[in-house]
């Protein structure tokens, strides 16, 4: 298998509060929720980084498209790493989270192996991680 990931599909309760977190408070590009025709096609794709998409799908439609069963959300199966260039774009990054509806989880903060990193919550309880790490730089 060639790495090629190049969608990250997170499911939520409610599409239009999600698209709203994402596009108005943390300012990711979409062009809109699209599929709405479609009984379970309704998806909103944001812009992440050398042509990457999150997508923001309902939980519903995960549970019809694969036939598991529906069981509750759990903030503990995965993290979404943001990483960014300096210990100051993580405080604004958290602030920016919490001010659009994030629930702060971990406050920023220097880590044992010399990063700086905090972690909020979207809406549906989707755990990112706000990182500067000087050993793993983002591209610009």
Request: proline residues 5%.
């Amino acid at each position: 298998m060639k790495p090629r990931i190049s969608v990250l599909t997170i499911c939520v309760a409610d599409l239009d509060r999600a698209y709203r977190f994402y596009l108005e408070g943390m300012g990711l590009a979409s062009e809109g929720i699209i599929g709405q025709e479609f009984e379970y096609g309704a998806v909103a794709f944001f812009d992440l980084q050398s042509g990457v998409k999150l997508a923001v799908w309902p939980r519903k439609s995960l549970v019809h498209d694969t036939g598991l069963e529906e069981r509750a959300p759990s903030s503990m199966e995965f993290t979404i790493g943001h990483n960014v260039t300096t210990k100051t774009e993580v405080d604004a990054v958290l602030q920016q989270a919490e001010a659009a509806g994030a629930r702060i989880i971990k406050p920023a903060h220097d880590t044992f192996w010399g990063g700086y990193a905090g972690y909020f919550s979207d809406p549906d309880g989707h755990l990112w991680e706000v990182v500067y790490n000087p050993g793993f730089m983002p591209e610009e």
